[in-house]
């Protein structure tokens, strides 16, 4: 079961006693607990039958009395404990989670970690209630979730306007909706987001960003790498460093896998690398022009070049500098 699975049940009146989300990705377990929170009870019920509980603070007991007590004029009561990951003595929940109370939905928000599958509360829990691990969802991944993400909302976005808000916010989910929600009140009757937008209303521009550089790298275009590079530095904040290399190398590695796709079919060298099939040509126009030795040679220079930038083998040479060196070097 998924967290979407959940929430769309708990729309339809289909609940368990005990929901247990936990796990590394907060997006979706905050969503299934606000869900929860503002959703399940109507606010006359809510009064009287909703119970929240945080883990640094709550003691056990006090979570399994609330959780036995009857709803008051209502079918149910929502009991929620946030930040179970903090709470003392969280196993002795395990006698309740044995024995639920049918009136009570108890949802657990357990982030950060996992319970131990060898040990009986894990057990307990998985066959009385739901039990939920959600994981980070991959770099790859992050494109198809925003586009979702975007229609689900009503609207759409152009393939570069996807590139540059990815890019700019990375593996932040939360960050993501909140920033396409504030593009959405910004849009007026408008439903297509630009990558226009994307630099007017977040602050990335649509000329110099990291997915520029990349494109720019990968068209062998020293001129216009060097100037997005010294963008850069005249604006340390809007590309750091330490982002900028993880994403060119992460660039290369996929331009290297294209020599072991065998084919030169475009869909299937995306399905290959892992990219979208709109963005596909630059991988393969990168490894035309690069080869295998060249592509080879630029993740060797990339590498070298993350470890002079956190200061190995580095002394007092300026982020701007490296960058401007390891253009020259990988495009010679």
């Known amino acids: 079961m998924s967290i979407e699975k959940i929430i769309t049940d708990w729309k339809k009146g289909a609940f368990k006693p005990v929901y247990w989300l936990e796990g590394e990705e907060e997006y979706f377990i905050d969503k299934a607990v606000d869900y929860a929170e503002h959703h399940i009870l109507n606010e006359s019920e809510s009064s009287f039958n909703l119970s929240i509980f945080y883990g640094k603070d709550a003691n056990w007991a006090d979570v399994v009395n609330a959780c036995r007590r009857y709803p008051m004029f209502a079918e149910r009561q929502v009991v929620i404990l946030k930040e179970a990951q903090q709470m003392k003595d969280v196993e002795k929940l395990e006698p309740y989670v044995e024995n639920p109370s049918p009136s009570t939905v108890f949802v657990v928000s357990y982030k950060d970690k996992k319970l131990d599958a060898r040990k009986k509360f894990a057990k307990t829990v998985k066959e009385k209630g739901v039990l939920i691990t959600t994981k980070k969802m991959y770099d790859r991944e992050l494109p198809e979730w925003t586009k979702d993400m975007v229609q689900s909302k009503g609207l759409t976005i152009t393939p570069k306007g996807l590139a540059l808000l990815v890019d700019h916010i990375g593996n932040d989910l939360t960050r993501i909706e909140n920033e396409i929600d504030k593009i959405s009140v910004n849009l007026g009757k408008r439903t297509g987001i630009t990558e226009d937008d994307i630099e007017n209303f977040i602050g990335v521009s649509k000329e110099f960003n990291i997915f520029e550089l990349q494109s720019a790298m990968a068209a062998k275009d020293l001129a216009k790498s060097i100037r997005i590079i010294q963008y850069f530095e005249a604006n340390p904040k809007s590309a750091p460093v330490q982002l900028v290399l993880p994403s060119l190398y992460s660039f290369f590695s996929k331009v290297f896998m294209v020599f072991g796709a065998g084919t030169n079919d475009e869909k299937t060298i995306a399905t290959a690398i892992g990219v979208?099939?709109?963005?596909?040509?630059?991988?393969?126009?990168?490894?035309?022009?690069?080869?295998?030795?060249?592509?080879e040679k630029a993740l060797l220079l990339l590498h070298q070049y993350n470890l002079r930038s956190i200061g190995i083998g580095n002394v007092n040479t300026e982020d701007g500098s490296l960058m401007k060196e390891l253009a020259v070097k990988m495009m010679s």
Do not use: E, H, T
């Not at 979208?276 to 592509?295: C, E, H, T």
């Open 276 to 295: 979208a099939p709109y963005f596909v040509k630059d991988y393969i126009q990168a490894a035309r022009l690069y080869s295998y030795q060249g592509a």
